[in-house]
Nanobody
């Protein structure tokens, strides 16, 4: 199973960004799906997660500005962040856990988002 993240690029301060993550290979299904990000010189941090049942959690830094969604049948997840700020500049990674064994997980390759003022 491979995850492919897309949608990164240059975004102006105050605009919205939307990232998508799709799975390829033999996909039985995913448990919790998440988005992480890593800013230059910083550790990777969890941005948002969504359980298979739709329970969502957000980092304080994006709470109220972000929305994570998923389509279980397709094995995809999207992340939208509104009113982007300079601090949103980072490489964004999608992550998913196997629905059969949550100790098995998968990472996407990362997509760069650069916020410009």
């Amino acid at each position: 199973v491979q995850l492919q993240a897309s949608g990164g690029g240059l975004v102006q301060v105050g605009e919205s960004l939307r990232l998508s993550c799709a799975a390829s290979g033999s996909v039985y299904g995913f448990g919790t799906m998440s988005w992480y990000r890593q800013a230059p010189g910083k550790q990777r941090e969890l941005v948002a997660s969504i359980s298979r049942g739709g329970t969502r959690n957000y980092a304080d830094s994006v709470k109220g500005r972000a929305f994570i969604s998923r389509e279980n049948a397709k094995g995809t997840t999207d992340l939208e962040i509104d009113s982007v700020m300079d601090e949103d500049t980072a490489v964004y990674f999608c992550h998913a856990r196997s629905v059969l064994n949550d100790r098995i997980d998968y990472w996407g390759q990362g997509t760069l988002v650069t916020v410009s003022s």
